[in-house]
């Protein structure tokens, strides 16, 4: 599926990186396979939450990095050394790279991991420099004086 995105560009500046975000979305979504399973929730206007379903992974199993506006979640699970044997097998222990691609000045904060779900909260810090900023505008003022009203008697004077 391609997107044509031209049209939002003839009032937007700055947005060219957009088209190829999309781009590059869509190819990962194609390219990664549904595991682990995850949730990404908006907390309020400028924290996130990104939630991974990964029973069977422990701490020691997961490896979190973040580089140039991307997110790396990786696991690693160690092939048992029980000697069980499974009818059935549907707890997925297989090793995992999962990729999210974050917005300019999205940090992450921190990371938690709670009864099989790992919880990665974000952050959008917008530096001081990019926030909106009033702008005075400059030039010459003029002013119109106004001649005063003659009373009565001045304009007998005047006469």
């Given at each position: 599926m391609t997107f044509d995105l031209s049209p939002l560009f003839r009032s937007s500046i700055g947005f060219d990186r957009m088209a190829k975000l999309v781009d590059q979305a869509s190819r990962l979504d194609q390219?990664?396979?549904?595991?682990?399973?995850?949730?990404?929730?908006?907390?309020?206007?400028?924290?996130?939450?990104?939630?991974?379903?990964?029973?069977?992974?422990?701490?020691d199993d997961l490896d979190i990095t973040s580089e140039s506006n991307l997110l790396f979640v990786k696991g690693k699970k160690e092939a048992d050394q029980t000697d069980a044997k499974f009818i059935y097998r549907g707890i997925a222990t297989r090793s995992f790279e999962r990729r999210f691609q974050l917005a300019?000045?999205?940090?992450?904060k921190s990371a938690q991991m709670d009864n099989g779900l790992l919880h990665i909260q974000l952050e959008r810090e917008i530096p001081e420099a990019m926030k909106p900023r009033k702008i005075e505008i400059s030039g010459s003022k003029k002013v119109i004086e106004q001649k005063p009203e003659l009373v009565e008697e001045d304009k007998k004077d005047v006469a």
């Open positions: 390219a990664q396979n549904s595991y682990p399973p995850y949730n990404i929730e908006a907390v309020d206007e400028n924290n996130y939450r990104i939630t991974l379903a990964l029973a069977g992974f422990g701490i300019d000045h999205v940090k992450v």
